[in-house]
């Protein structure tokens, strides 16, 4: 894909990734989307609280 690189290790691994920030801007939607993504799979095991326990907190403060 054009505007994107890759860096690579010495067994030719890529380890990162560069965006150009034209690339970025141009598909900003797209990279929200991943991004939310990417945040819900890192906390799928964090802890869940019900809903009514929130609205309860929100509306002691």
Do not use: H
């Not at 894909?1 to 965006?19: C, F, H, P, T």
């Amino acid at each position: 894909m054009k505007g994107v690189s890759y860096l690579i290790d010495e067994q030719n691994r890529k380890k990162a990734v560069v965006i150009e920030m034209a690339t970025l801007e141009r598909y900003s939607r797209e990279l929200e989307d991943f991004l939310a993504g990417l945040i819900a799979e890192s906390r799928k095991d964090d802890e869940k609280i019900p809903l009514e326990k929130v609205i309860t907190n929100l509306k002691r403060t």
